[in-house]
């Protein structure tokens, strides 16, 4: 049974900070992984996709693999309000399509 | 299409009823997936086609669900005997390649609601 776990949230996060959203995995096999923002009622938009492990930085947005941990995780540098949204952490991919978790719901306080 | 489409957007449809979800993916895009999201919950893989054939259809729940993509483009989603159970957001995704390996674009999605 392929799972990945995350923390449902909420998670408050001061204007400016940097937000850490954190993600495991239990299916060594999964090649690539990806996050997913979600506002609420609206379906799920890709954010930043991983496959290799260390950092991948796009932006104010960072993703970090961890193979060995079986860890990844997405930083959120500079959050703003409109960052506001639950964020779905997935792997996977190809034929087998994408196991996800249930989302981080993160809240910027202005 | 600039994205993919999904009709209808909601559908509320009385037990038992048989009802048909619609796909239209991102022009060109060989690879399309079906997903279905429970409120708090994140989506649920159903079935994955490359081209006209499905690929892989293990995460259809049982035979009441059944999904065609005749011409390797527009997909339906087809519901039997639709029980409550099945209410949720179905959601469509289409990739330009095989294995969708740089992630997919979601559709909109159809709320289905069975009452």
């Known amino acids: 049974q392929k799972e990945v776990e995350q923390n449902s949230g909420p998670l408050s996060v001061p204007e400016g900070a940097i937000a850490s959203l954190n993600c495991t995995y239990s299916d060594r096999g999964s090649q690539s992984f990806f996050w997913y923002r979600q506002y609420s009622g609206k379906s799920p938009e890709l954010i930043m996709f991983i496959y290799s492990n260390g950092d991948k930085e796009d932006g104010r947005f960072t993703a970090q693999l961890n193979k060995a941990s079986q860890y990844v995780s997405l930083l959120i540098r500079d959050s703003q309000p409109s960052d506001s949204a639950t964020y779905l952490c997935?792997?996977?991919?190809?034929?087998?399509?994408?196991?996800f978790g249930k989302g981080t719901h993160l809240i910027i306080q202005p | 299409g600039a994205g993919v489409s999904q009709t209808p957007s909601n559908k509320v449809t009385e037990k038992g009823k048989y009802v048909e979800l619609r796909c239209d993916p991102i022009?060109?895009?060989?690879?399309l997936y079906w997903y279905r999201q429970s409120l708090g919950q994140g989506p649920e893989f159903l079935i994955y086609f490359q081209g006209t054939g499905a690929a892989d259809d293990s995460g259809l729940p049982n035979d009441r669900f059944f999904a065609v993509r005749p011409e390797g483009s527009v997909s339906t989603l087809k519901i039997q005997r639709t029980e409550r159970g099945d209410s949720a957001v179905y959601l469509c995704a289409s990739s330009p390649t095989t294995e969708g390996v740089s992630g997919y674009t979601f559709g909109s999605g159809t709320r289905l609601t069975v009452v």
């Open positions: 997935a792997g996977g991919g190809g034929a087998d399509g994408l196991t």
């Open positions: 022009s060109g895009h060989t690879a």
